[in-house]
């Protein structure tokens, strides 16, 4: 069953570093670009990064410019989220989700499989 597993949520105080991993099952990832996306209490769901298929094209809202980098190893089917200098509004749960493309887009509804997400919590 195609599936995306996402791990490596927790709490951290502010400042802390988390890395997030999203890993692919039942397709081949080299295909794919792969976004992160998050979801604040009474939020809409944000994108907060994306990864072209090949990894070398890679997306950030300002809002994390800096702090996160995306990374992705093709042949262990995983894509990373490392998160640092991290503050109070980075909390939510993040999901991983695979685009219709070979390259980043900025429509949620033009990623077709999404994770199940993982919470990470900022907080002192």
């Known amino acids: 069953q195609l599936q995306l597993v996402e791990s490596g949520g927790g709490l951290v105080q502010p400042g802390g570093s988390l890395r997030l991993s999203c890993a692919a099952s039942?397709?081949?990832?080299?295909?794919?670009?792969i976004g992160w996306f998050r979801q604040a209490p009474g939020k809409e769901r944000e994108g907060v990064s994306c990864i072209n298929n090949s990894g070398g094209s890679t997306y950030y809202p300002d809002s994390v410019k800096g702090r996160f980098t995306i990374s992705r190893d093709n042949a262990k089917k995983t894509v990373y989220l490392q998160m640092n200098s991290l503050k109070p509004e980075d909390t939510g749960i993040y999901y991983c989700?695979?685009?219709?493309?070979?390259?980043?887009?900025?429509?949620?509804?033009?990623?077709?499989?999404w994770g199940q997400g993982t919470q990470v919590t900022v907080s002192s």
């Open positions: 039942e397709f081949t990832l080299d295909y794919y670009a």
């Open positions: 989700a695979r685009a219709e493309r070979y390259y980043c887009v900025a429509e949620k509804d033009k990623y077709d499989y």
